[in-house]
């Protein structure tokens, strides 16, 4: 069971990374009415699975002053419209791509990871001395 879970883990991690969904949702959020957006809403509209990966980008935007939360679920953007980009907006933006940098940098350590176990995994189910035993 352990070895097909590890196994199954998709190996092109792009679509699912957090800085392709941080995107997608900051337009999503430049789109909405006056700015105020539903997480819930949000996480249905972008297909998210894990709801945690939307609060973790609005921890890092609310961070930055890009939103502020209005209640539980509903936030609203601060930061300037698509058409302006202010010296504040800039560096702001500067910083979240360092964050992203950080996080896709974690990401591929992961990954690496994740391949030297499979790999580790398969030497020991062929290893003639470790296969005698099924446990």
């Known amino acids: 069971i352990y070895l097909s879970i590890i196994i199954s883990f998709p190996h092109n991690r792009h679509e699912k990374s957090l800085g392709l969904l941080t995107m997608k949702f900051v337009s999503l959020l430049q789109e909405a009415k006056d700015g105020v957006l539903d997480l819930k809403v949000a996480a249905d509209s972008l297909a998210v699975k894990q709801k945690r990966r939307i609060y973790d980008i609005t921890n ?22 698509r058409g302006s980009q202010t010296q504040e907006v800039l560096e702001q933006v500067e910083v979240l791509k360092a964050q992203i940098s950080e996080l896709e940098a974690q990401e591929k350590e992961l990954d690496d990871q994740k391949a030297w176990l499979e790999e580790n995994i398969k030497h020991f189910i062929h290893d003639p001395i470790t296969s005698k035993y099924p446990f």
Not at 70 to 75: D, V, Y
């Open 60 to 81: 890092v935007l609310e961070g930055v002053g890009l939103i502020e939360k209005k209640n539980k679920n509903i936030i609203q953007w601060r930061g300037e419209n």
